[in-house]
């Protein structure tokens, strides 16, 4: 990876413009959760302390774009950050003209850059103005990185230094580190409740990994697939004929994807429901598959302690329900335990990383979901690209 990364440069008394991603949960004014703050803070303290005046933008939320709205507001991540950083931290309102000063060690939060007018298009006259408020722009929103915005990429055209942040830097190395020159066997978790909206994912991936793990709705399409009944089941029969093929096209490698032998039913979708154990031959019309069994469960936690390397994408069964969490839970203390590098990333899957308690036991976790997911499609993402054309300036 060919970008200028901020550790390489000098700052001190330089105005340091930071695209981060602090799109966090607020609820009733507060943040209800701090990860992705606290995965930016490195890039702020390293600024800090090496002298720069600071300038942090991000986005929160989706607002119509160009009217400012109380409940977008960035404020409740100001307080947070004044919390972390030990001092007060200014919430600038109106900024994209400037008029405003900086001291050197100072870190001031932009207002949401979604209340700009061309921030999504990103037209040039905005990008321009972000632009002549720095002297280096830090790209640190891998989050976003998969969006061509005025803050994630047109700023980067115009700024007179384009660099990676620290987090960027260490996702694109974790990405690159699985994904690239992975550790063998590699072995890829990829549910959800849909094959159409990771179809891309799973076929790229599909001539990457030794074994692909479906799970979720995906895997019923997939049982399906081998000619089984899965009943009332979420199950996609339009794309039944591509499962065969990626089956099919697996094979012919030598490589796999493991198909449930047993799984957990109900009837309905509700937190009361009774969790039915099942042979995965055995599953009635009135049926509903929402977890996979124990001797499935067991075949993939042998899978995943064998593995060099283990990317996880979406939990494998209703894990929000507990009856029907045991097959996500076994997952993921196998991916707490196992000696491959393990690379998780998605809002489900960090939910399941968090109920299950194991997020120090990830070698590497993304804040991104779908930057994460276009990575893995093997897909170029503008905000990264456009770095790289201007560390060769």
Known sequence: MSVIRVTDLDLKGKRVLIRSDLNVPVKDGKVTSDARITASMKTFEHCLKAGAKVMVMSHLGRPTEGEYSEENSLKPVADVLSA?????????????????????GELVLLENVRFNKGEKKSLDETAQKYAKLCDIFVMDAFGTAHRAEGS??????????????????????ALTKALLSPARPMVAIVGGSKVSTKLTVLESLSE????????????????????????????????????????????????????????????KFDANEPA????????????????????????????????????????????????FGAGTKAIAMAIAETKAFTLAGGGDTIAAIQKYDIYDKVSYISTAGGAFLEFLEGKKLPAVEILEQRAKQ
């Open 276 to 323: 039915v154990l099942k042979d995965a031959g055995a599953v009635a019309d009135d049926d509903m598959i929402f977890d996979i069994g124990p001797k499935s469960a067991q075949e993939l936690v042998d899978i995943i302690m064998k593995a060099g390397t283990v990317v996880w994408n979406g939990p494998v069964g209703v894990f929000e329900f507990d009856q």
């Open 208 to 267: 990457k990994v030794d074994q692909m793990v479906v799970g979720g709705g995906i895997a019923n399409t997939f049982l399906k697939a081998t000619g089984k009944n899965v009943g009332k089941s979420l199950c996609e029969d339009d794309l039944v004929p591509t499962a065969q093929a990626l089956m099919k096209k697996m094979t012919a490698r030598n490589a796999t994807i493991p198909i449930a032998v047993d799984v957990v039913c109900g009837k």
């Open 152 to 173: 994630t990429h047109g700023v980067a055209k115009f700024a007179p230094v384009a660099c990676a942040g620290i987090l960027l830097t260490e996702e694109l190395e």
């Open 84 to 104: 972390k950083l030990g001092k007060p931290v200014r919430l600038i309102k109106d900024w994209i003209d400037g008029g405003f000063d900086v001291a050197d």
